[in-house]
């Protein structure tokens, strides 16, 4: 139990679908990650949340949407995907991301299939 | 731009001890981790460098030396459990963790 859960684990969407991704964490942090990974690539940043509020954007595409109510729950919204999105999603928690020293606990992540 | 380079693969016997490098270049930084990640599964921290020198945590270690860029992760007395990807990640200036595209490690009996 990494006290980051993630769901739905598995999602097979057609690219003029909308779907969400949902992330909660357990662990009191104050910061909330979107990765991507693909295979055999390094993990890709998308977006970061410090105390509810976005601080970091990297140039991810708009068909890509991020949501964070509160410290606890994350969610990525997915509307008109294309194939090459096809990845695993990773969320990851933190204490203050200003900080060197704290390290990231990831969730198991949600495998997405885009057909 | 900002790069981490490891292997993307490597082999060693059960019981064995192997070394896995990193090399980093990045704009700044501000310590370097080492993640394990078995397949399907999500990344585990497995450790934290920031000051140059060896930090030992049980049968596994981490090397940093900042002038050169390098890092290394070496696991002793290997089981078939250690089989997994090991991801090294540098923060940036930014306090940003630039990712490696991870080693994936294989051990034979």
């Known amino acids: 139990e990494t006290g980051v859960t993630q769901t739905p684990r598995h999602l097979v969407m057609g690219m003029t679908n909308k779907k969400s991704l949902k992330c909660e964490q357990h662990l009191g942090h104050n910061a909330m990650y979107w990765y991507k990974q693909s295979a055999k690539k390094p993990l890709e940043l998308m977006f970061v949340y410090s105390l509810e509020e976005r601080v970091e954007n990297n140039s991810v595409p708009s068909r890509f949407s991020p949501e964070c109510p509160n410290s606890s729950h994350l969610f990525l919204h997915l509307h008109t995907l294309q194939p090459e999105d096809s990845a695993l999603y990773l969320c990851?928690?933190?204490?203050?991301?200003?900080?060197?020293?704290?390290?990231?606990?990831f969730g198991p992540g949600t495998r997405l299939t885009v057909t | 731009g900002q790069n981490i380079d490891q292997p993307t693969e490597m082999t060693a016997t059960e019981g064995a001890i192997v070394q896995i490098n990193c090399t980093y270049q990045?704009?700044?930084?501000?310590?370097l981790f080492w993640y394990q990640q078995h397949a399907g599964e999500a990344p585990t921290f497995l450790s934290y460098n920031v000051l140059d020198g060896l930090e030992e945590k049980g049968r596994f270690s981490s090397f940093l030396s900042r002038s050169k860029g390098y890092s290394y992760l070496l696991l002793k007395e290997l089981q078939m459990k250690d089989s997994a990807s090991y991801l090294c990640a540098v923060k940036d200036s930014n306090y940003q963790l630039i990712w490696g595209a991870g080693t994936k490690l294989i051990i034979k009996p």
């Open positions: 990851a928690s933190s204490q203050d991301p200003g900080d060197s020293a704290y390290e990231q606990y």
């Open positions: 990045t704009s700044g930084f501000n310590g």
